[in-house]
């Protein structure tokens, strides 16, 4: 069930903002539609293209690794890290899920860089596909996140 958003999304000024974007590759049929998701807020926020910065790894739990390489660098105003870990039928999902979430959280808090968060787990494909399209998108939803703590 989807909750409705109640309070309207603030739309900055983000022509001098740097972002990094890390993108899972495993699962990009999703992760690639909350890419799109995540761009379209960034526009329209006026993030300018040259300031935005895309990163593929290879799955969801290599993704704090590179959120810490880009808070090192100081180069970014703020993160935004996409991931789809899908439940299957051995407890891997748990591991994956939790160790991604908890990573990409130590990296927020050491670094104190905002870090919009858009790894989704769910328990099926569809699940997943009814995140990442274009009404209900966690990529998008993860942006908008980022760059409201940005404005904090």
């Excluded at 670094?111 to 769910?122: C, D, E, L």
Aim: with cysteine.
């Amino acid at each position: 069930m989807n909750r409705k958003k109640t309070a309207k999304e603030a739309i900055i000024n983000g022509s001098k903002i740097k972002i990094a974007v890390i993108v899972s590759k495993f699962n990009s049929d999703i992760t690639g539609g909350m890419l799109k998701g995540a761009i379209d807020v960034l526009k329209k926020n006026k993030v300018k293209e040259v300031n935005i910065k895309v990163i593929w790894v290879p799955g969801s739990l290599e993704i704090p690794l590179m959120c810490q390489r880009l808070a090192a660098s100081n180069k970014y105003d703020g993160l935004i890290a996409l991931g789809c870990v899908i439940k299957g039928g051995t407890d891997h999902y748990y591991y994956v899920a939790g160790e991604a979430s908890r990573g990409v959280m130590e990296v927020m808090l050491k670094f104190s860089i905002p870090i919009g968060f858009g790894i989704i787990t769910v328990n099926n494909l569809k699940q997943a596909k009814e995140r990442s399209g274009a009404k209900n998108n966690k990529g998008a939803d993860a942006a908008q996140a980022m760059l409201e703590m940005i404005l904090l």
